[in-house]
């Protein structure tokens, strides 16, 4: 009898370490702040189709920019591709202020420090493939 238990607590405990999911930490530092006030937004993204997509975000950060850098850490997620954008929020709206053209007043910035020309990049272009816990840095001095 107390073999079975034990055996059936192993099987038990193995089968739960097995269907447990591996989730990793990705820390995203904003580097070269040049304006000391607002807001700094993290835009998580997993989808491409929603990428730079007002509420399309996977998950988001805002924190109030006290230096040069501020730096967040996404906590918890699955392996899989991800893409970040940021924002800075000078007048702290919690919008991305447009133009007439539709073209951003505030500045931002994309993960693997893309720079967009005429439109914003790919989820491709941008995505970081996360299966470990990973740091990035997003340079915003342009």
Request: charged share 25%; net charge positive; proline share 3%.
């Amino acid at each position: 009898m107390k073999t079975l238990l034990s055996a059936c607590i192993s099987i038990l405990l193995s089968f739960h370490c097995f269907t447990q999911a591996s989730t990793y930490n990705l820390t995203v530092k904003v580097a070269g702040i040049a304006v000391k006030k607002g807001m700094v937004e993290f835009g998580l993204f997993r989808d491409a189709e929603k990428f730079t997509k007002v509420g399309g975000t996977y998950r988001m950060l805002r924190v109030k920019v006290d230096a040069t850098e501020e730096t967040v850490t996404f906590h918890n997620l699955p392996k899989g591709k991800y893409a970040v954008c940021i924002y800075l929020d000078e007048n702290n709206n919690d919008q991305c202020d447009k133009n007439f053209f539709g073209i951003p007043t505030e500045r931002f910035a994309f993960s693997n420090n893309l720079r967009p020309m005429l439109s914003a990049p790919s989820f491709e272009d941008c995505s970081i493939y996360l299966n470990e816990n990973k740091s990035i840095v997003i340079r915003a001095d342009y």
